[in-house]
T-cell receptor, first 111, second 110 residues
């Protein structure tokens, strides 16, 4: 256990659905991250939050919408996704921009 | 653009041998370096961090850093089949988030 939890662990959704991924960290960190990892591909950084403020958005399509209500919680709202969005979505946290600790991930399948 | 380069592998080593994983980085001001292990279908797990030139040992793992050559490596002694995974090198360039390499897939053959 790294102190970072993610729910749900698995999600299957249709292209017209709206769903949300949740991440919570119990480490007292001040930075949180969303990554996408497609099959046999490297990590892709999607969003970065420092002290609840979004500091990076790496050209992510608007069908992905992050929300960070406080420094311990991070959400990724999903709507009208495409099959190519099927991937492992990983949340991580860190103190400042030091070493990151990852949650177990949400395996997303878009039908 | 800040880059971290790793050979994608697969790197195959026999059980009991030393596995050597290498990583180069482009940003000279980088100060912190990390190795993560990722099993198939799982999330990355931090296994080593190194901040100064030289070697750092932790059990069967040794991280080596050479800032002049912009090179960091991970040695795994007495490799076991359970070490078979993808190893990700990560570099902290200044105050920006970590930059990850694409990972090297290691296969330890029993």
């Amino acid at each position: 256990e790294t102190g970072v939890t993610q729910t749900p662990r698995h999600l299957v959704m249709g292209m017209t659905n709206k769903k949300s991924l949740k991440c919570e960290q119990h480490l007292g960190h001040n930075a949180m991250y969303w990554y996408k990892q497609s099959a046999k591909k490297p990590l892709e950084l999607m969003f970065v939050y420092n002290f609840k403020e979004q500091t990076e958005n790496n050209s992510v399509p608007s069908r992905f919408s992050p929300e960070c209500p406080n420094s311990s919680h991070l959400f990724l709202h999903l709507h009208t996704l495409q099959p190519e969005d099927s991937a492992l979505y990983l949340c991580a946290s860190s103190q400042e921009s030091n070493e990151q600790f990852f949650g177990p991930g949400t395996r997303l399948t878009v039908l | 653009q800040k880059e971290v380069e790793q050979n994608s592998g697969p790197l195959s080593v026999p059980e009991g041998a030393i596995a050597s994983l290498n990583c180069t980085y482009s940003d000279r001001v980088s100060q912190s370096f990390f190795w993560y292990r990722q099993y198939s279908g799982k999330s990355p797990e931090l296994i080593m961090s190194i901040y100064s030139n030289g070697d750092k040992e932790d059990g069967r793992f040794t991280a080596q850093l050479n800032k002049a050559s912009q090179y960091v490596s991970l040695l795994i002694r007495d490799s076991q089949p359970s070490d078979s995974a993808t190893y990700l090198c990560a570099v902290k360039p200044g105050n920006t988030p970590l930059v990850f390499g694409k990972g090297t897939r290691l296969s330890v053959i029993a």
